[in-house]
């Protein structure tokens, strides 16, 4: 599965995001019950410039290619999910693209969609490679990239709820979070 694979596998946003959950989640049947095995897409695809990955070429806008993000996962081997025995926990990261439909826009300040928080936050999907950067929001909303050495930013667990779960109240905004129906 290569490099990639390889780091997000060992790496410590991996273990922060999966202690959150061991801790916060798992204890808890009534809410591990509402939790679907979705896939999650770690995009290792290859983008048309050097040392770039899918998610560059979708989200950075110029010339030569258009503004496209995608849900889909264009290789189904980086579609990870417990049922593979990939992940741990049915947890992870946003991934850019689900940035850019909710609003984020690379290399473009956006306080006005539901994921702008006024913080800074990691995505999982990796830009670029030789060296290491991933997606990123930065405090002003925008989508940009990161080296995964620097600090920055907050790291935001994403889990995916089964169809059947009922909303009790929230609008789903940061500051106004759903509120499931647990029994």
């Known amino acids: 599965m290569g490099v990639f694979y390889y780091i997000i596998k060992a790496s410590s946003i991996r273990t922060t ?6 801790d916060n989640i ?17 995009d290792m695809s290859e983008a048309r410039i050097t040392n770039e990955f899918g998610a560059y070429d979708r989200l950075h ?21 417990v049922a593979k025995g990939v992940l741990t926990y049915l947890v992870r990261l946003l991934t850019a693209d689900e940035v850019a439909y909710a609003g984020g826009a690379s290399e473009v300040n956006n306080e006005s969609y539901y994921l702008y928080t006024g913080e800074g936050y ?9 060296p290491a950067y991933m997606c990123i929001i930065y405090i ?3 989508l940009s990239q990161n080296n995964t ?3 920055y930013g907050s790291v935001v667990p994403v889990i ?4 059947d779960a ?10 106004d979070p759903y509120v499931i129906y647990t029994n």
């Open 149 to 151: 050495s620097n600090t």
């Open 166 to 175: 009922k909303v009790k109240k929230g609008t789903g905004l940061y500051n």
């Open 122 to 130: 990691w995505t999982m999907s990796p830009f670029y490679f030789s």
């Open 140 to 142: 002003d909303g925008n």
């Open 61 to 81: 806008s110029n010339d030569t290619n258009k503004y496209n993000p995608q849900y889909k996962c264009p290789n189904s081997s980086h579609a990870y999910t």
């Open 17 to 22: 995001v999966e202690n959150w959950y061991r």
């Open 26 to 42: 798992a204890p808890h049947t009534s809410l591990t019950n509402l939790i679907s095995d979705t896939p999650y897409c770690n």
């Open 160 to 163: 995916s709820l089964i169809e």
